[in-house]
Protein backbone atom coordinates (compact mmCIF):
# COMPACT_ATOMS: atom_id res chain seq x y z
CA UNK A 1 0.00 0.00 0.00
CA UNK A 2 3.03 2.02 0.41
CA UNK A 3 3.17 2.39 -3.20
CA UNK A 4 -0.52 4.40 -3.49
CA UNK A 5 0.89 7.15 -1.90
CA UNK A 6 3.86 7.71 -3.93
CA UNK A 7 1.69 7.26 -6.71
CA UNK A 8 -0.33 10.35 -5.66
CA UNK A 9 2.71 12.59 -4.57
CA UNK A 10 4.23 12.06 -8.23
CA UNK A 11 0.77 13.28 -9.52
CA UNK A 12 1.06 16.54 -7.60
CA UNK A 13 4.58 17.02 -8.41
CA UNK A 14 3.29 16.28 -11.97
CA UNK A 15 1.27 19.07 -11.76
CA UNK A 16 3.28 21.39 -10.65
CA UNK A 17 5.75 21.11 -13.38
CA UNK A 18 2.60 21.54 -15.45
CA UNK A 19 1.80 24.76 -13.67
CA UNK A 20 5.30 25.98 -14.28
CA UNK A 21 5.00 25.30 -17.46
CA UNK A 22 1.99 26.90 -18.64
CA UNK A 23 3.36 30.30 -16.88
CA UNK A 24 6.53 30.18 -18.43
CA UNK A 25 4.48 29.46 -21.82
CA UNK A 26 1.90 32.23 -21.08
CA UNK A 27 4.45 34.86 -19.92
CA UNK A 28 6.79 34.45 -22.19
CA UNK A 29 4.28 34.82 -25.56
CA UNK A 30 2.79 37.60 -23.88
CA UNK A 31 6.44 39.75 -24.07
CA UNK A 32 6.19 38.73 -27.82
CA UNK A 33 3.10 39.84 -28.42
CA UNK A 34 3.50 42.86 -26.71
CA UNK A 35 6.67 43.90 -28.54
CA UNK A 36 5.54 42.74 -32.18
CA UNK A 37 2.27 44.74 -31.27
CA UNK A 38 4.31 47.96 -30.59
CA UNK A 39 6.62 47.10 -33.60
CA UNK A 40 2.78 46.82 -35.65
CA UNK A 41 1.56 50.59 -34.47
CA UNK A 42 4.79 51.96 -35.18
CA UNK A 43 5.08 50.79 -38.70
CA UNK A 44 1.33 51.38 -39.30
CA UNK A 45 1.97 54.58 -38.49
CA UNK A 46 4.54 55.03 -40.78
CA UNK A 47 2.71 53.26 -43.47
CA UNK A 48 -0.53 55.19 -43.46
CA UNK A 49 1.85 58.52 -44.40
CA UNK A 50 3.04 57.46 -47.24
CA UNK A 51 1.77 57.73 -50.76
CA UNK A 52 3.69 56.10 -53.49
CA UNK A 53 5.30 52.46 -52.76
CA UNK A 54 8.93 53.31 -53.44
CA UNK A 55 9.05 54.91 -49.94
CA UNK A 56 7.78 51.58 -48.42
CA UNK A 57 11.91 50.24 -48.43
CA UNK A 58 12.59 52.67 -46.54
CA UNK A 59 10.10 52.25 -43.93
CA UNK A 60 10.64 48.34 -43.99
CA UNK A 61 14.42 48.56 -43.92
CA UNK A 62 13.83 50.98 -40.18
CA UNK A 63 11.18 48.93 -38.78
CA UNK A 64 10.47 45.44 -37.10
CA UNK A 65 7.67 42.72 -36.17
CA UNK A 66 4.69 41.01 -38.56
CA UNK A 67 4.04 43.65 -40.66
CA UNK A 68 7.06 44.52 -41.49
CA UNK A 69 7.75 41.03 -42.78
CA UNK A 70 4.60 40.56 -44.63
CA UNK A 71 5.75 44.10 -46.00
CA UNK A 72 8.89 42.84 -47.32
CA UNK A 73 7.80 39.96 -48.75
CA UNK A 74 5.36 41.62 -51.22
CA UNK A 75 8.12 44.17 -51.95
CA UNK A 76 10.40 41.58 -52.96
CA UNK A 77 7.54 39.97 -54.72
CA UNK A 78 6.59 43.06 -57.26
CA UNK A 79 10.64 43.64 -57.41
CA UNK A 80 10.57 40.14 -59.06
CA UNK A 81 6.87 40.76 -61.46
CA UNK A 82 9.10 43.73 -62.33
CA UNK A 83 11.59 41.52 -64.03
CA UNK A 84 8.91 39.27 -65.78
CA UNK A 85 7.12 42.41 -67.32
CA UNK A 86 8.59 40.99 -70.98
CA UNK A 87 7.72 37.31 -70.21
CA UNK A 88 3.78 37.59 -71.07
CA UNK A 89 2.56 37.56 -67.86
CA UNK A 90 -1.27 38.97 -67.54
CA UNK A 91 -2.24 41.82 -64.90
CA UNK A 92 -4.63 39.66 -63.03
CA UNK A 93 -1.76 36.58 -62.98
CA UNK A 94 0.51 38.99 -61.55
CA UNK A 95 -1.97 40.04 -58.98
CA UNK A 96 -2.33 36.74 -57.92
CA UNK A 97 1.34 35.92 -57.34
CA UNK A 98 1.51 39.39 -54.96
CA UNK A 99 -1.63 37.66 -53.60
CA UNK A 100 -0.19 34.63 -52.59
CA UNK A 101 3.47 36.14 -51.76
CA UNK A 102 1.58 38.15 -49.23
CA UNK A 103 -0.52 34.96 -48.33
CA UNK A 104 2.30 33.00 -47.70
CA UNK A 105 4.28 35.31 -45.57
CA UNK A 106 1.28 36.08 -43.46
CA UNK A 107 0.55 32.31 -42.82
CA UNK A 108 4.00 32.36 -41.52
CA UNK A 109 3.22 34.80 -39.32
CA UNK A 110 0.47 33.11 -37.55
CA UNK A 111 2.34 29.92 -37.37
CA UNK A 112 4.88 31.35 -35.76
CA UNK A 113 2.04 33.29 -33.38
CA UNK A 114 0.34 29.93 -32.48
CA UNK A 115 3.52 28.49 -31.58
CA UNK A 116 3.13 27.28 -27.59
CA UNK A 117 -0.97 27.30 -27.49
CA UNK A 118 -1.38 23.36 -28.29
CA UNK A 119 0.56 23.07 -24.94
CA UNK A 120 -1.74 25.61 -22.91
CA UNK A 121 -4.56 23.91 -24.72
CA UNK A 122 -3.47 20.76 -23.81
CA UNK A 123 -2.91 21.53 -20.53
CA UNK A 124 -6.12 23.09 -19.72
CA UNK A 125 -8.11 19.84 -20.64
CA UNK A 126 -6.14 17.51 -18.97
CA UNK A 127 -5.03 18.82 -15.97
CA UNK A 128 -8.20 18.44 -13.98
CA UNK A 129 -8.15 14.40 -14.73
CA UNK A 130 -4.75 13.83 -13.98
CA UNK A 131 -6.20 15.80 -10.68
CA UNK A 132 -9.05 13.21 -10.46
CA UNK A 133 -6.61 10.31 -11.62
CA UNK A 134 -4.52 11.38 -8.01
CA UNK A 135 -7.98 11.69 -6.00
CA UNK A 136 -8.52 8.10 -7.28
CA UNK A 137 -5.85 6.65 -5.88
CA UNK A 138 -5.78 8.08 -2.92
CA UNK A 139 -9.85 7.11 -2.23
CA UNK A 140 -8.28 3.70 -3.01
CA UNK A 141 -5.85 3.82 -0.50
CA UNK A 142 -7.89 4.92 1.74
CA UNK A 143 -10.48 2.07 1.58
CA UNK A 144 -7.74 -0.71 1.35
CA UNK A 145 -6.39 1.36 5.01
CA UNK A 146 -10.42 0.33 5.88
CA UNK A 147 -10.06 -3.16 5.04
CA UNK A 148 -6.63 -3.51 6.70
CA UNK A 149 -7.61 -2.10 9.95
CA UNK A 150 -11.64 -3.09 10.27
CA UNK A 151 -11.90 0.66 11.39
CA UNK A 152 -13.73 3.08 9.19
CA UNK A 153 -12.43 6.15 12.11
CA UNK A 154 -11.45 9.41 11.27
CA UNK A 155 -7.78 8.72 11.88
CA UNK A 156 -7.52 6.10 9.06
CA UNK A 157 -9.67 7.87 6.52
CA UNK A 158 -8.65 11.68 7.04
CA UNK A 159 -5.20 11.60 5.66
CA UNK A 160 -5.97 9.80 2.18
CA UNK A 161 -8.84 11.08 1.36
CA UNK A 162 -7.64 15.08 2.13
CA UNK A 163 -4.24 14.15 0.12
CA UNK A 164 -6.56 12.88 -2.59
CA UNK A 165 -8.43 15.87 -2.59
CA UNK A 166 -5.33 18.21 -2.88
CA UNK A 167 -4.07 16.48 -6.12
CA UNK A 168 -8.01 17.27 -7.26
CA UNK A 169 -8.03 21.09 -6.42
CA UNK A 170 -4.65 21.72 -8.13
CA UNK A 171 -5.34 19.85 -11.54
CA UNK A 172 -7.99 22.27 -11.17
CA UNK A 173 -6.09 25.10 -10.12
CA UNK A 174 -3.45 24.04 -12.86
CA UNK A 175 -6.23 24.09 -15.77
CA UNK A 176 -8.21 27.58 -15.41
CA UNK A 177 -4.71 29.81 -15.79
CA UNK A 178 -3.87 27.49 -19.03
CA UNK A 179 -7.73 27.83 -20.90
CA UNK A 180 -7.53 31.29 -19.93
CA UNK A 181 -4.40 32.31 -21.22
CA UNK A 182 -5.34 30.54 -24.23
CA UNK A 183 -8.25 31.82 -25.30
CA UNK A 184 -6.69 35.36 -24.20
CA UNK A 185 -3.86 34.75 -26.96
CA UNK A 186 -6.12 32.86 -29.35
CA UNK A 187 -8.26 36.70 -29.53
CA UNK A 188 -4.84 38.34 -30.09
CA UNK A 189 -3.70 35.80 -33.21
CA UNK A 190 -7.09 36.12 -34.72
CA UNK A 191 -6.81 40.19 -34.33
CA UNK A 192 -3.43 39.98 -35.60
CA UNK A 193 -4.39 37.86 -38.95
CA UNK A 194 -7.09 40.16 -39.69
CA UNK A 195 -4.93 43.49 -39.48
CA UNK A 196 -2.51 41.09 -41.60
CA UNK A 197 -5.63 40.48 -44.29
CA UNK A 198 -6.31 44.48 -43.96
CA UNK A 199 -2.49 45.08 -44.92
CA UNK A 200 -2.42 42.90 -47.32
CA UNK A 201 -5.64 44.95 -49.43
CA UNK A 202 -4.27 48.24 -48.25
CA UNK A 203 -0.62 46.85 -49.88
CA UNK A 204 -2.11 46.43 -53.08
CA UNK A 205 -4.02 49.34 -53.13
CA UNK A 206 -0.80 51.92 -52.54
CA UNK A 207 0.69 49.56 -55.85
CA UNK A 208 -2.49 50.55 -57.95
CA UNK A 209 -2.55 54.31 -56.79
CA UNK A 210 1.39 53.98 -57.62
CA UNK A 211 0.88 52.77 -60.93
CA UNK A 212 1.96 49.57 -60.47
CA UNK A 213 1.88 46.08 -61.59
CA UNK A 214 -1.97 45.48 -62.45
CA UNK A 215 -4.01 47.66 -65.28
CA UNK A 216 -7.13 49.52 -64.45
CA UNK A 217 -9.73 46.70 -64.29
CA UNK A 218 -8.14 45.22 -61.42
CA UNK A 219 -8.19 48.24 -59.56
CA UNK A 220 -11.76 47.16 -58.19
CA UNK A 221 -11.45 43.65 -57.37
CA UNK A 222 -8.35 44.76 -55.17
CA UNK A 223 -11.18 46.29 -52.42
CA UNK A 224 -12.08 42.12 -52.54
CA UNK A 225 -8.85 40.99 -51.91
CA UNK A 226 -7.12 39.82 -49.01
CA UNK A 227 -4.89 37.37 -47.28
CA UNK A 228 -7.53 34.70 -45.98
Not at 12 to 32: E, G, H, M, N, R
Amino acid sequence: MDSVPDIVDAVLIFLAFLSVLIWAVAITKFVVFYRNTGHDRHFLRQFSQIKHIDELPEIVASTKGRLSRVCQAGLAELASLQDMNSDGISPEDKRQILLHALRQQAHIEQTRMENGLSVLASVGSTAPFIGLFGTVWGIMNALKAISATGSASLDVVAGPIGEALIATAVGIATAVPAVLAYNYFLRKVRLSVATMDNFASAFQLLVLKSGGQFDEVNRAKNTDSGIY
